[in-house]
């Protein structure tokens, strides 16, 4: 049987939304997905899915087509379609409780007020599920959390948010092949 890693990038479908801060889990999807060569993408569990071959492992890339709070839909059929432990998925999305820029590894824990992953966490019935945040930063005063996360950034802060995308994608691939405590070791320390 394939040995599965499953990632899901949280994030709004449709092209409004694709540069905006809350859908930093969607493009760290499609860089894995370019990074892996994967095929797709199929339409699957309300989801779009890209799978790869990197022996020994088969990945399998999850963007949720529901809106963010619904997330966890996917998820859990992507879950009970494979037939795969939550420790096996990474959720992957923005987070304004780090600095632009700075990625966090943890292994379980609750959503910290992040709706998408708190839809993921009640869809699974667990906390045990391996995540990987991206830091968007607080809001300036003048804005909601609202219009900030849903906000194009300015190209200074895109440039920042680019490479975090990236260093993630080494996090991703680093956490399906060695785990996810020699992820944290290896990435929670280097990041911000």
């Known amino acids: 049987m394939a040995d599965h890693r499953v990632v899901v990038g949280l994030g709004n479908p449709g092209s409004r939304y694709e540069q905006t801060r809350h859908n930093a889990g969607f493009r760290v999807v499609a860089l894995l997905a370019r990074r892996l060569d994967a095929w797709g993408p199929a339409s699957m569990c309300d989801a779009e899915v890209f799978e790869a071959q990197d022996p020994?492992?088969?990945?399998?890339?999850?963007?949720?087509?529901?809106?963010m709070n619904l997330?966890?839909?996917?998820v859990r059929c992507m879950v009970a379609r494979l037939g795969i432990p939550a420790s096996s998925v990474l959720v992957v999305y923005d987070d304004v409780a780090l600095p632009v820029?700075?990625?966090?590894?943890?292994?379980r824990g609750s959503s910290g007020g992040h709706?998408?992953?708190?839809?993921?966490?009640?869809?699974?019935?667990t906390l045990e599920v391996p995540r990987l945040r991206v830091g968007i930063g607080q809001p300036p005063t003048?804005?909601?959390w609202a219009?900030?996360?849903?906000?194009?950034?300015?190209?200074?802060?895109?440039?920042?948010?680019?490479?975090?995308?990236?260093?993630?994608?080494e996090a991703v691939l680093h956490w399906g092949r060695f785990g996810i405590d020699s992820a944290m070791s290896q990435f929670n320390r280097r990041s911000g």
């Open 115 to 125: 709706r998408g992953m708190q839809s993921v966490l009640e869809e699974l019935g």
């Open 101 to 107: 820029g700075q990625i966090r590894l943890r292994g």
């Open 142 to 144: 003048h804005l909601s």
């Open 71 to 74: 997330s966890g839909r996917a």
């Open 56 to 67: 020994p492992l088969h990945w399998v890339l999850v963007r949720p087509l529901t809106y």
């Open 147 to 169: 219009d900030y996360v849903l906000e194009v950034p300015s190209s200074a802060e895109q440039g920042r948010l680019r490479e975090a995308e990236a260093v993630a994608v």
